[in-house]
Structure formats: structure tokens, C-alpha cells
């Protein structure tokens, strides 16, 4: 099981799903409950709101400075978690409240709703060495407004690390963890105050090397540089550098 607070989006999607053609959905939902789960109908159908705590970022030597950047990344995480699963629960063709908020055709509805409950699923396993990366981030980073190929990038990063193919690649990988928490990373460089000192970005910009749960700040950076225009707008605005050159790198994209 992925963890307590999971349960009550799985019963919900478990409920959500019980028409014909809805299989998939439930098959995910009941390999992430327990029995009791399954049976327990005096569970709210309700999102996991979920907590935030600070303490064990933030170090005494930085003090209140050290709150921002923090703050910034786990908002990331907060984000993801509250769109996957707000799309998970948008998937059923005839549901009139859904189709408004939504914007996508019935059928996309449905494969988007699929990515994310396959997302949800995806946090049991997240330090799988083998996991199959979910697609739901590329979903995710265009409906926060950045590019297919940002998402693509950061897909690449973490399949890299996966195949051992970077220098230094990390023992202990969990390529779920990877992909979360360059969201949080990406957060940060893309709110924060860029002109600050290298830990207004958490984890540090400078010396926070790659770990089994973290790509490295400067990978993510590279990875909005080459696919980012607001990212690069806000460093042209931050260092009075204008862009006025094309970047040589052919970032390469793994398709979902
Ligand atoms: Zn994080």
C-alpha cells in the first residue's frame, strides 16, 4: 500500500468508476486497498488534503530566509498531488460537472483520468528500479503552462539515471521519487527569487549533487533553459542577459 492517506482516493475512484468500460479503473484502486478498505463505506469520499512540515528543512544557521525556497518546492509537491488526483476522479463520460471544469473532449477526459489514477498507483512503487516512469507528469507540467518538452527532459533525466547512462549515476535510485521531486525543484527555480544566494532554491542550486531522490538542481535548471521561454524570461529579467543566441543542445524527449 503507498500510504495511509492514499486510501481514500483509491475508495473514491473505486466509486467513482462502476460502469461498463470502467475495469481499469477499479483494478488500480482495489491493488491499493485492503480488503477492509474495500468494504469500509464509512470512509468520506473525499481528496487527500495532506500535510506540509517544514521543520526538517529549514536550518538555524539560515533561519527565516530558508522558509521561501522550501516553501516554493513543497507547494510543487502539493500541486502535483492535488491535480492527479482531482484528474483521476475526471475521467466518466457523463458526468455534466466534470465536462465543465475540464475543457477536454469525453475521451481525452478519460485517458488523462487513466495517467493520473496510473500515477496514484505509481507511489507504491516509486523506488522500483524498474518502475515504468507514468506518463502523467507530461499532462501535468503543460497544465501549469510549461512545454512537452520540459516534461520530456526531465523524463529523460530520470530514464538516464535508470539505465546507469550519466556519470556518477546513483545507487538506491527510486525513478518515482526522481520524477516528484524535480517538480519541487522546478517550483522553486521557477518562483523564487533567481538574484538570491544559491539556497534561495531548495535544495541548495550549488552544492546539492544528485541523490537517489533528487536530480540535480543544475540539471533541472538545464532542462528549463532549454525548454522553458518563462523560465528564460526570468533569468534574462533577473542578469540582464538577453537571449539572443540559439541554444546548441538538442535536448532529446522521451514520448509517453
Ligand atoms: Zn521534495
Request: aromatic content about 8%; some cysteine; overall charge negative.
Amino acid at each position: 500500500m503507498p500510504g495511509e492517506g492514499y486510501a481514500a482516493i483509491f475508495q473514491a475512484i473505486h466509486r467513482e468508476y462502476d460502469s461498463e468500460g470502467s475495469q481499469a479503473f477499479r483494478r488500480l484502486a482495489e491493488r491499493n486497498l485492503t480488503s477492509q478498505e474495500l468494504l469500509d463505506e464509512k470512509t468520506p469520499e473525499a481528496l487527500n488534503s495532506g500535510n506540509i512540515v517544514l521543520s526538517s528543512y529549514i536550518s538555524k544557521s539560515v533561519g527565516i530566509a530558508g522558509i521561501e525556497p522550501v516553501m516554493l518546492h513543497e507547494l510543487g509537491h502539493a500541486c502535483s498531488m492535488i491535480r492527479m488526483q482531482n484528474w483521476a476522479m475526471d475521467g466518466q463520460k457523463n458526468n455534466p460537472s466534470h465536462a465543465l471544469t475540464s475543457g477536454l473532449a469525453p475521451a481525452e477526459r478519460m485517458l488523462r483520468a487513466l495517467r493520473a489514477t496510473k500515477w496514484l498507483d505509481s507511489a507504491r512503487d516509486r523506488c522500483n528500479p524498474e518502475l515504468e516512469l507514468p506518463e502523467a507528469y507530461f499532462d501535468f507540467w503543460q497544465a501549469v503552462g510549461e512545454t512537452r518538452g520540459f516534461a520530456g527532459c526531465l523524463y529523460q533525466l530520470a530514464a538516464d539515471n535508470q539505465k546507469q547512462l550519466i556519470d556518477r549515476a546513483c545507487p538506491g535510485l527510486c525513478p518515482g521519487h526522481y520524477l516528484e521531486e524535480s517538480v519541487g525543484i522546478a517550483f522553486s527555480l521557477l518562483l523564487g527569487d533567481l538574484k538570491g544566494q544559491a539556497d534561495s532554491v531548495f535544495p541548495n542550486t550549488c552544492d546539492h549533487v544528485r541523490d537517489g531522490q533528487h536530480p540535480m538542481v543544475s540539471d533541472v535548471a538545464d532542462c528549463l533553459m532549454q525548454n522553458s521561454p518563462r523560465f528564460r524570461a526570468r533569468m534574462g529579467a533577473a542578469y540582464h542577459c538577453q537571449a539572443k543566441f540559439t541554444l546548441p543542445r538538442n535536448v532529446s524527449t522521451v514520448s509517453p
